[in-house]
């Protein structure tokens, strides 16, 4: 439930009015009890019972502990969740889960409010290494291993990543060669960086481990797949015989997982725990699988694994919104400088730049918050089989690494500026934005680096421009060609300035209203995308046909433009998620205002390249100039609403956990405005020595003009 605190009413701030909706003295208002239950989604239910959770003492991170202690306790919450039936809703119902893959996202990806250290323990004993057996394995190796993992009584790793090797898990080079003799795979480590490295669970608690290896059998390799291994020795808990590791120690963050390193010397396993599924091998060595395909089989084998993704995307936004909530409360409360009286300070939340500081990111994180909700549906619908073709996987696959880099940078960024925001107190752990930010810093670079999750999205803009012109016949793509050189004309020769020149009539609120449109905005986003895939699939035509190198150089001399056309695009997914939410909404009070708010999204994209709009000709000189002015507007418009919007995403004190949002500020601020009242009513307040001067001026002043009309009477 929302949990709301006392407030204070600043300049210009209507109080809050909790659950009101249309309008109050003609002014729009934010109903937020139903704007709540929009934000929690379809697995509102789930949420709200991992929300209840996340609220207790039992899970919540303990600031200033060791390493070691944060992971005995982080391993204790893992058993806790066990207990209180937090961890099996993904898993088969006849193993006692539920079978709710997108109820399982959404109630794990709330833990990182208690703890982001939890939140990733549990997503490794759960989310990857359960989530491998189950994907990867078939009905017998559920029966073997899922029972003890969903249990913890088999606490594990999911190795894949080496030292040498992270992004490129093609190349990894721990390898599995199958004896046919034995019947065993032969798992070994042949060199430093083929470790395995930055393994949760590696360097104390797991038992068991998936390992990502090389299969070769009869002298072929037939590229990466997975093996269940046994680690330690349950009750000793050292490494059984061949393996080794080592604790990767401290890390910046994210204590409580004790991540490590892990290598095999010749390491013999059953021919059984292949994880088969998608490749299998015969007793006598020989190699089936049901996809013919090298690469599809890889890239199907990784997609079994994208929930990492989808889940670390949804934990970053409600990070986000725990910020936002602590500074917008503060800054609702916090006064500074007196510009506009002689008594009363200003609240921080009234200036301006506070405004654009804590507005635009919040505009984002509903934007991003939307887009997550459509991502976790998409991954509910092909992991429970209702949509599950492959197209619907690769759709899948694209959506998670368009949207996992932008809401992981986004919630670095937002826990940076509320830090700051919020001045020496938000320095102070206690508040926890550095304590947040360190935890969330390696979520950029885990399941995936997001720059090298954007290229991917850029592959598939780019297969899916050029499948669009495979096929068509000369006349076709001679109009394309022509209609191309039409476009470029008319936006680069400055007839499209001109154009808008005189639609705009020299007016700025007629040049506002353009932006404002939604139409307006979407052919803005939309056609910087188009346009930035176009070019670069133009540049990289018929680079197939070139050698290799040559085919690898020429990519790379465009790779910056298409990691730009990925981050468009996933700009444009968040605002279109945005702008299909506010269709949702029935009241036109709500709807008003996140109607501004969804414009201030837009409208904060469009300056941010404001650059590319101008260089292309997209917008006039006049109509770029306000983009500035009517982004302040919308600041102003959003202001009476600020609180009401980060109530609405429905986290309660147990959730933010900030000292600086509890009220604590107002009661400090009220006690001074009281007693400096007090003093001036009394009359014994000391006299400012700028007033003294300014009397002392004045009656001089007098003084002198008394004289010269005495001397004019005389």
């Not at 390898?175 to 019947?183: G, V």
Request: contains cysteine.
């Amino acid at each position: 439930m929302t949990e709301v605190v006392d407030r204070p009413t600043g300049k210009g701030q209507r109080p809050s009015v909790g659950g009101a909706s249309n309008t109050e003295a003609g002014r729009p208002s934010v109903d937020v009890a139903v704007l709540g239950e929009q934000l929690l989604g379809k697995w509102a239910g789930v949420r709200l019972q991992a929300r209840d959770l996340a609220a207790r003492p039992e899970l919540h991170k303990i600031e200033g502990t060791t390493h070691t202690d944060h992971r005995a306790r982080t391993f204790g919450q893992l058993k806790y969740l066990v207990e209180n039936d937090a961890v099996h809703r993904a898993f088969p119902s006849a193993l006692g889960g539920s079978d709710d893959h997108g109820g399982n996202i959404a109630g794990f990806e709330e833990l990182v409010t208690a703890d982001p250290s939890l939140q990733i323990k549990a997503g490794v004993q759960w989310g990857l290494f359960g989530s491998a057996v189950m994907h990867l394995g078939t009905d017998e190796h559920h029966a073997r291993w899922l029972p003890g993992i969903m249990s913890l009584d088999i606490p594990g790793c999911f190795a894949m990543t080496e030292t040498g090797h992270g992004s490129d898990v093609a190349s990894i080079a721990t390898s599995a060669t199958y004896d046919a003799e034995a019947q065993e795979f032969v798992l070994h480590t042949p060199f430093r960086a083929a470790w395995k490295d930055y393994i949760g669970n590696a360097a104390i608690d797991g038992l068991g481990a998936v390992v990502f290896a090389q299969l070769v059998t009869h002298g072929v390799n037939h590229g990466v797949h997975a093996f269940y291994v046994d680690l330690r020795d349950p009750r000793t808990k050292e490494f059984l015989p061949g393996i080794g590791g080592e604790d990767d120690g401290v890390k910046g963050g994210l204590n409580g997982i004790d991540n490590g390193r892990l290598h095999f010397d010749h390491v013999r396993i059953p021919r059984s725990n292949l994880l088969n599924r998608y490749g299998n091998v015969d007793p006598d060595g020989t190699y089936t699988s049901p996809i013919a395909s090298p690469g599809r089989r890889f890239f199907t084998m990784l997609g079994t694994l994208v929930q990492g993704r989808v889940s670390l995307d949804g934990a970053a936004v409600a990070a986000s919104k725990i910020a936002l909530t602590a500074a917008i409360r503060y800054a609702n409360e916090r006064r500074q400088f007196n510009a506009s009286s002689h008594t009363d300070e200003e609240v921080l939340l009234d200036y301006q730049r506070h405004q654009r500081r804590l507005f635009t990111r919040l505009a984002t994180t509903y934007a991003a918050g939307f887009a997550h909700e459509q991502l976790l549906q998409k991954f509910d619908d092909v992991f429970s089989g209702a949509h599950d073709t492959d197209e619907d996987r690769q759709d899948l696959e694209t959506l998670a690494a368009a949207l996992k880099p932008l809401s992981t940078w986004h919630a670095l960024d937002t826990l940076q500026e509320c830090r700051e925001a919020c001045g020496g107190a938000g320095f102070l752990i206690e508040n926890r934005f550095a304590s947040l930010r360190a935890d969330l810093d390696v979520y950029v670079t885990f399941e995936g680096d997001n720059t090298v999750l954007l290229q991917l999205v850029a592959k598939r803009l780019l297969a899916d421009y050029a499948k669009e012109f495979r096929n068509v016949d000369f006349g076709v793509l001679a109009r394309y060609v022509v209609s191309q050189a039409t476009d470029a004309a008319f936006h680069r020769t400055g007839l499209r300035q001109v154009a808008q020149f005189m639609a705009d009539s020299g007016s700025v609120q007629k040049a506002a209203l353009a932006l404002r449109d939604e139409e307006g905005q979407r052919a803005l986003l939309t056609d910087r995308v188009q346009t930035m895939v176009a070019e670069a699939g133009v540049a990289l035509k018929g680079a197939g046909r070139l050698s290799h190198e040559k085919g690898a150089a020429l990519f790379n001399q465009h790779q910056n433009e298409l990691i730009e056309a990925a981050q468009a695009h996933a700009e444009l997914l968040q605002w279109e998620a945005f702008t299909e939410a506010l269709q949702e909404v029935t009241d036109p009070g709500t709807r008003t205002v996140l109607t501004w708010l969804r414009d201030l999204f837009g409208l904060s994209l469009i300056e941010k390249n404001l650059s590319w709009y101008l260089m292309n000709g997209r917008l006039s000189m006049q109509r770029a100039r306000t983009v500035g002015g009517y982004i302040n507007r919308l600041l102003v418009k959003i202001r009476p609403h600020a609180l009401d919007l980060v109530d609405a995403f429905g986290y309660g004190q147990d959730h933010i956990r900030a000292v600086i949002a509890t009220g604590a500020e107002r009661t400090r601020q009220d006690e001074a405005r009281a007693y400096l009242r007090s003093q001036r009513a009394s009359g014994r307040a000391p006299v400012d020595e700028k007033v003294l001067i300014a009397r002392t001026a004045a009656a001089a002043s007098a003084a002198k003009s008394a004289a010269r009309t005495r001397n004019a009477r005389g």
